[in-house]
């Protein structure tokens, strides 16, 4: 289904269709590196996958991670969206691509679209982010799209650095 439509892009709910992209995507070494490994081996890993982390959030929260596709040929780049953790107290802001799709402004295309969405459509009032502590590019896209680094915080073991914006 679809969500939201911008320039160039079009963002829509991620299906159990999807899941050669998603294992794809989630095994790139960026993703690896920057998100963690999320253990997807097969195809069904990926399925499975799907339907408990990316179709229960849509059906418990009413939004989630989307599928990012190119207009023009609906090629599938990457994923973003709104991710609701039991660990922090706000919806947060994430996002991941393919690196054959990196600095062409397709992150920050989808990443202020969602944030649109979130305010206007969905009325929250507040969103987060969480980085790495070395990963520059999604702190400055962050920036970008009206988030702040506020904070260092303890997350799975890890120290990682808390983004936040009030809409």
């Not at 070494?29 to 996958?49: C, E, H, M, W």
């Not at 402004?105 to 982010?129: P, W």
């Amino acid at each position: 289904m679809k969500i939201l439509e911008t320039e160039r892009l079009v963002l829509r709910q991620i299906s159990v269709e999807d899941a050669d992209f998603i294992l794809d995507l989630l095994n790139q070494p960026s993703f690896v590196k920057y998100i963690g490994d999320r253990n997807l081996r097969t195809i069904d890993d990926a399925r499975q996958y799907i339907l408990t982390r990316f179709v229960a959030s849509y059906e418990q929260f009413g939004y989630g991670f989307y599928l990012v596709e190119l207009k023009q040929n609906e090629a599938p780049i990457g994923i973003c969206g709104l991710v609701k953790r039991e660990t922090l107290p706000d919806a947060d802001i994430g996002f991941a691509f393919l690196p054959d799709y990196w600095s062409q402004g397709y992150a920050f295309e989808s990443a202020q679209a969602v944030m649109d969405y979130a305010k206007n459509v969905l009325k929250l009032k507040r969103i987060l982010a969480i980085t790495t502590k070395d990963n520059e590019s999604s702190g400055k896209l962050l920036n970008k799209i009206g988030l702040k680094f506020e904070r260092l915080i303890h997350l799975n073991e890890e120290e990682l650095k808390l983004f936040s914006v009030d809409l």
